[in-house]
């Protein structure tokens, strides 16, 4: 199997393949994930190798426990590299890098030129834009977890999740399944949370790659969600920016949080079925979670659950979808 991937990686790669969507007809959902992961690692290690000759940069950090200059390497190191240079609490603790006092960068993602460097955390003084990014991170992990919750039989399609709204309760994932009406108990949520759980344990960094359009299209040839998506995404620039975490690859503007241990409680909620133009039915999950070491008693956390079982009416991205009916709470 592994190497029958990689010869279908390469020939894609190359461009060899007349009609890349006719894969569509034969990849299983894990087969695409597999896929997603190889070609994502391919590019990868294509961009690392066309930096060519390696330029440094100086990095002014600012902060405890005291500034420094650090000289890394240009388009190779990343904030996470400069964290590492300072301790492991700050490799660990940072949510997101503000460089040169105005732009949210991710953890994982290289520097490009000279520049300030400061971290954020969970308790910065202003910590709008890291409870964004953590949200956004939570529907991220989400749509991980859905496509590896269901067995091979079920078709899994991820659709698109909105963007972060702390205000609404929940974050969410809108997921087209080859079910048409199911109405998930409550330990199947209990489940979709001890996958969750499962995974953020395990720590994985939240990677960051740019690729091209067409890049993109292949690698999510089996979505036509994702397809449909990507024109608009790449008209700025022609560049989608994907993430991944372990395996999983998908689209988001990011930024995305350091690493998956920076969710500390959380629960998958509900599961409402949703009403739109598809051959699948699309399901909207829904989650709430607090940072690593935000600690909330049972009584004060129930109350958030509670809350995050209600359908959230957050538009999707892509379609009218509208609620069908509540499939299952907690």
């Not at 391919?42 to 440094?56: A, D, M, N, P, T």
């Not at 994702?226 to 022609?238: H, L």
């Amino acid at each position: 199997m592994k190497r029958q991937m990689m010869h279908l990686s390469r020939n894609l790669l190359q461009n060899k393949c007349s009609n890349t969507y006719s894969l569509s007809r034969y990849l299983s959902s894990q087969e695409a994930i597999e896929r997603r992961h190889h070609l994502f690692s391919l590019e990868k290690k294509r961009q690392l190798e066309s930096v060519g000759r390696i330029e440094k940069i100086e990095v002014q950090y600012k902060g405890v426990p005291k500034d420094c200059t650090l000289i890394m390497n240009k388009d190779i190191s990343t904030p996470h590299d400069c964290a590492k240079h300072l301790s492991e609490w700050h490799a660990e603790s940072s949510a997101l890098a503000l460089i040169d006092g105005a732009v949210h960068w991710d953890m994982h993602r290289p520097l490009t030129e000279n520049c300030t460097l400061e971290f954020q955390s969970y308790n910065s003084a202003e910590p709008q834009q890291v409870n964004k990014a953590f949200w956004r991170s939570c529907s991220f992990l989400l749509g991980a977890v859905a496509t590896r919750a269901f067995k091979d039989k079920v078709e899994v399609k991820l659709h698109s999740f909105p963007g972060p709204d702390i205000r609404s309760g929940s974050f969410i994932y809108d997921v087209a399944l080859s079910l048409p009406a199911w109405q998930p108990s409550s330990q199947e949520l209990h489940t979709l949370t001890a996958e969750f759980v499962s995974l953020s344990r395990r720590a994985a960094a939240m990677e960051r790659l740019e690729v091209s359009e067409e890049l993109a299209k292949e690698m999510f040839v089996e979505n036509e969600f994702k397809v449909q998506q990507i024109p608009s995404i790449a008209k700025a620039n022609g560049k989608v920016t994907l993430y991944r975490v372990e395996n999983h690859v998908d689209i988001s503007k990011g930024p995305l949080i350091n690493h998956a241990a920076q969710v500390g409680r959380v629960g998958v909620t509900a599961v409402h079925r949703l009403e739109g133009p598809s051959d699948f039915q699309l399901y909207r999950f829904q989650g709430v979670a607090l940072p690593a070491g935000v600690i909330l008693n049972h009584f004060a956390f129930k109350v958030l659950t509670d809350r995050a079982q209600k359908l959230n009416p957050s538009r999707s991205p892509l379609g009218p979808w509208e609620p069908r009916q509540a499939a299952a709470r907690a």
